[in-house]
């Protein structure tokens, strides 16, 4: 890492620790004559948080629409009510645990099937589940009593009953230990995991991470406080009956969560709040609740990007533009050696098989019989016209489609037929024709995921907080900001990834790639829309792979670049492989240049293909 990037420092917006704040105020509210109506209030809030945090984590940082939360608030409920009134089970520690392994079991019976199907499965999985909460609670009968609700006796901590004040701190406590959990886990490399997933399964799989189990894991994660938020609802009403749990409050809590931000920990609050207090206050606004609700989606979803925390922010960020929002100025951690530099540090580059590919999109063969091969230490650029089957065929090495005949290896390893998140597994990484680039995430987390399945996942330790979960955050940290200097862009590392000019994203993408340490580099027009400076620097990056050992395939239309970069050139045309050498002996090729301009060279027309690509760099620097 250079000097420069070790001693750099960077500006964070001023955070109190509000959260704490608020936490200790409401703990200390009692002792301040605080009426049972604004600590009844108060618990509802935090159960109605609780269940709003399920859908945050869902749908606002893993993307997945699911509207079964209710069910499972109703299921935490139902397992207080039973424990308690039909065995005499009213212990927290035990309550409270088994409440969360049904509800995980329902998680994992509707999950599944719901996840695998894909599309908009889950969310019609859990919307009926929803819509036959009460027909499950006549056909458990035995368990819930049906329609004429259940009685759910006071909890109990070692033996002593938990009631009145007491009661309001044990809910203050779950619901702080719970947002403490969701805190940690979302604000780790986990979390960034669940916005990669949520911008592009596409682009989680090609970090490596299996689409269904992290989308499953979130499901069943977002299952845990609504299990939490139905004990605590049980236990504060002391009966339960099928008529709470409607789907107008699956709709409300879906409405809480837009509004406090999806995206976000502590939105849950707001929205929560925003619809207790309504509902309370106005009780004529019930009756209208729906119709609210469904207008506000609509409107939030067309002109509010993440809620009022959304809007907090991005008024935070004008204001600071404008000076009038206090920063403090963080020193970066230097306390930790950067890792080595890949030059330093060999790159494990393999060898690309690519044998007699074919692959058809119904009738159209978008790739014929096509061999190819890339080794380590080297450039190996695949170049041809639009819709030649450059793309395809990277998408193939990745897995991202099957091919219809031949083989693909990379070392000893056949990739054909393996899911694209094995592929990056196995040590492929690559970029994208457009680049995929999700919101949320600074620069350096974005680069920092590229390490993702580099170290075991560690999630207890996030949540935990354990010195595992620094230690890799700082090496994260250190080693995406190490690579963003080297490709010359370091002064962006803190900015929202998602805010930067097509140029530097694809150069982000390339320092993500590095960060993954790959046996393979495949870069996918990744000179494209790049100034000559940032072309420039690209090349430099390149080269460095290059010498390190890995092993590069450049598909690019900028052909003074190819030129430049590689050992071989591969030209497709219409699906096959036209012609294969080294650059000089591909711009000698009348086959090539025929394909490129139409015809072969002649007296008047052009002399060779770059003619017809994008100036950019001077063919005569050094490959
Ligand atoms: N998923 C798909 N379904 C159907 N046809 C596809 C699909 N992907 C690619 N094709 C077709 O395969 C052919 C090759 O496309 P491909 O994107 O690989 O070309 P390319 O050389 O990368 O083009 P470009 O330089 O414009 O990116 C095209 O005819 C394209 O329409």
Request: charged letters at 15%; a neutral charge; hydrophobic letters at 50%.
């Amino acid at each position: 890492m250079s000097r420069a990037a070790l001693t750099a420092t960077r500006l964070r917006p001023l955070r109190p620790a509000l959260p704490i704040v608020v936490l200790l105020a409401a703990m200390a509210a009692p002792y301040f004559g605080m009426s049972l109506y604004a600590a009844r209030t108060v618990m509802l809030i935090c159960g109605l948080a609780l269940l709003v945090s399920s859908i945050n984590i869902v749908l606002g940082y893993a993307g997945e629409l699911a509207v079964g939360q209710v069910a499972l608030y109703a299921t935490g409920a139902y397992v207080a009510g039973y424990l308690g009134s039909a065995h005499g089970v009213t212990e927290i520690l035990i309550v409270i645990p088994i409440a969360i392994l049904v509800v995980i079991v329902i998680g994992l019976v509707t999950g599944i099937p719901g996840l695998r199907l894909g599309g908009w499965s889950l969310a019609m999985v859990t919307f009926f589940l929803v819509l036959l909460l009460p027909d499950f609670i006549n056909v458990f009968e035995h368990f819930t009593a049906g329609t004429l609700g259940i009685s759910v006796p006071a909890p109990t901590l070692f033996g002593s009953t938990i009631t009145g004040t007491n009661f309001y701190f044990l809910t203050l406590l779950v619901t702080a230990l719970w947002f403490a959990v969701f805190r940690n886990l979302v604000l780790s490399r986990h979390g960034a995991a669940f916005l990669v997933l949520k911008h592009s399964p596409v682009l989680a799989a090609s970090l490596g991470i299996s689409v269904f189990r992290l989308k499953l894991l979130a499901y069943l994660f977002g299952a845990i406080p609504a299990a939490l938020a139905g004990v605590l609802y049980g236990w504060l009403q002391n009966f339960i009956a099928p008529d709470t749990f409607t789907f107008q409050l699956a709709l409300s809590i879906l409405a809480a969560s837009v509004i406090g931000g999806s995206t976000s920990i502590y939105g849950a609050f707001i929205g929560a709040a925003l619809l207790q207090i309504t509902q309370q206050e106005f009780t004529s606004f019930n009756q209208w609740q729906l119709v609210l609700y469904g207008a506000f989606l609509i409107l939030a979803g067309v002109f509010l990007y993440n809620g009022v925390i959304g809007a907090g922010r991005q008024l935070a960020g004008v204001l600071r533009r404008r000076g009038w929002w206090p920063t403090v100025t963080l020193p970066v951690r230097t306390e930790v050696a950067p890792p080595p530099a890949a030059e330093e540090n060999e790159l494990p580059g393999e060898e690309l098989a690519v044998q007699g590919v074919s692959k058809s999109f119904g009738g159209n063969r978008a790739l014929d019989d096509v061999s190819v091969t890339a080794k380590p230490g080297e450039v190996t650029a695949v170049i041809g016209p639009n819709g030649s089957g450059k793309t395809t065929l990277l998408n193939l090495v990745c897995g991202f489609y099957r091919p219809t005949s031949g083989t693909i290896s990379l070392g000893s390893r056949t990739l054909a037929g393996l899911a694209s998140y094995q592929v990056a597994r196995a040590g492929v990484a690559r970029t994208f024709q457009t680049p995929l680039i999700p919101k949320d995430l600074t620069t350096r987390q974005f680069v920092a995921t590229g390490r993702y399945i580099g170290e075991s996942a560690g999630m207890a330790a996030s949540i935990l907080r354990l010195p595992g979960y620094f230690r890799r955050t700082r090496a994260d940290d250190a080693e995406a900001g190490r690579l963003l200097g080297l490709l010359g862009i370091g002064h962006v590392a803190e900015d929202p990834v998602s805010s930067l000019p097509l140029g530097t994203r694809r150069l982000v993408e390339v320092a993500r790639c590095l960060a993954a340490r790959p046996s393979l580099f495949l870069f996918d027009e990744v000179g494209s829309g790049l100034d000559e400076s940032d072309l420039d620097r690209l090349a430099d990056a390149i080269r460095m792979i290059k010498r390190a050992g890995g092993t590069v395939v450049l598909v690019e239309h900028n052909f003074p670049l190819v030129l430049k970069l590689s050992d071989t050139i591969h030209v497709l045309a219409q699906g096959r492989l036209l012609a294969s050498g080294t650059p000089d002996e591909i711009q000698a090729d009348p086959r090539v240049l025929e394909e490129y301009v139409g015809s072969t060279p002649s007296a008047e027309g052009p002399s060779s293909i770059d003619d017809f690509a994008e100036p950019a760099l001077s063919q005569t620097e050094e490959r």
